[in-house]
């Protein structure tokens, strides 16, 4: 299989959300040195045009475009790979960094799978997540990524956690991380909705794009008991007023937000009666 490595030259916080929204495109994975975003897909999925859409918004253009081995570019997300704090509790780290003394220090190995606590809505979603309790509640973390918010939801006393992912190298990056956590209590599901889920959730979290977001507001009403959580991200600070409405229609009040470079993540309570 042959990939296509796109180079972009852009400053170190522009490339954390190029990085989010070429993920979101299609793109399997993304490093960053010298001032370089490397952005890196299969040759058969290349989209010049949808690709120069995207960054006309940030004034960008690739600098280059080259073919590269799979087992290439891999190594090189590993060498670039940093740990990240994610607020004043949560730091995420690979196997060959040293541990911190936080709450919650969770292995992370690196892999293209987002969620890696880099980007803006992971770190949001993690902080609502950890500030929430919950100890003996069923979590879902939906568009699980790395696994990194279901195994923060275990550290954090979750009596059973689902972590659903469409994508095959999440779900088995996302079986990775959580042997290497010795977390035993999530249960990893490939699919694209809430459908193989069994009973209601305490707490839902999911940190996936906008339409999918939006779309998935049914299942999550249908799945969340009353008075239950949902923390919802990947939206922009635009998208507010349509997300409280939406979300309004399915039983939920809006009861917190945070933004985070024009990232929004709203917390909800699902106040109607089943």
């Known amino acids: ?30 490093s960053y040195e010298n001032d370089i975003l490397i952005a890196y897909c299969d040759s058969n999925l290349l989209d010049r045009s949808a690709l120069d859409q995207l960054l006309i918004p940030f004034q960008l253009v690739p600098i280059k475009i080259t073919d590269v081995p799979l087992q290439n570019w891999n190594k090189l997300w590993e060498k670039n790979f940093k740990s990240a704090d994610l607020g004043e509790h949560i730091h995420s780290r690979a196997p060959f960094h040293p541990p911190k003394l936080v709450k919650h220090d969770i292995i992370i190995l690196p ?3 987002f969620g890696t606590g880099h980007h803006e809505t992971t770190q949001l979603s993690a902080i609502a997540l950890e500030k929430i309790d919950c100890s003996d509640k069923t979590v879902l973390d ?17 009596k059973h956690i689902f972590a659903i992912d469409y994508d095959d190298n999440c779900i088995q990056n996302t079986l990775e991380n959580i042997q290497l956590n010795k977390v035993k209590n999530v249960e990893v599901i490939k699919d694209n909705s809430l459908q193989q889920i069994q009973g209601k959730l305490d707490i839902i979290v999911s940190n996936i794009v906008k339409n999918i977001n939006l779309h998935l507001l049914p299942e999550f009403a249908e799945k969340i008991k009353t008075n239950g959580t949902l923390i919802l991200c ?4 635009e998208d507010e007023a349509i997300l409280i409405q939406k979300a309004h229609e399915y039983g939920f009040k809006l009861i917190n937000k945070n933004i985070k470079k024009s990232w929004l993540q709203t917390q909800f309570i699902k106040h109607h009666v089943d």
């Not at 939906?142 to 979750?158: R, T």
């Open 1 to 30: 299989m042959k990939y296509k490595a796109i180079h972009i030259q852009c400053d170190d916080e522009l490339a954390e959300t190029i990085s989010f929204l070429l993920q979101e495109m299609g793109y399997e994975g993304t």
């Open 111 to 113: 892999k293209m799978a």
């Open 142 to 158: 939906m568009g699980c990524g790395s696994g990194l918010l279901a195994i923060l939801a275990s550290q954090k006393g979750a």
């Open 234 to 237: 990947g939206f922009i600070a």
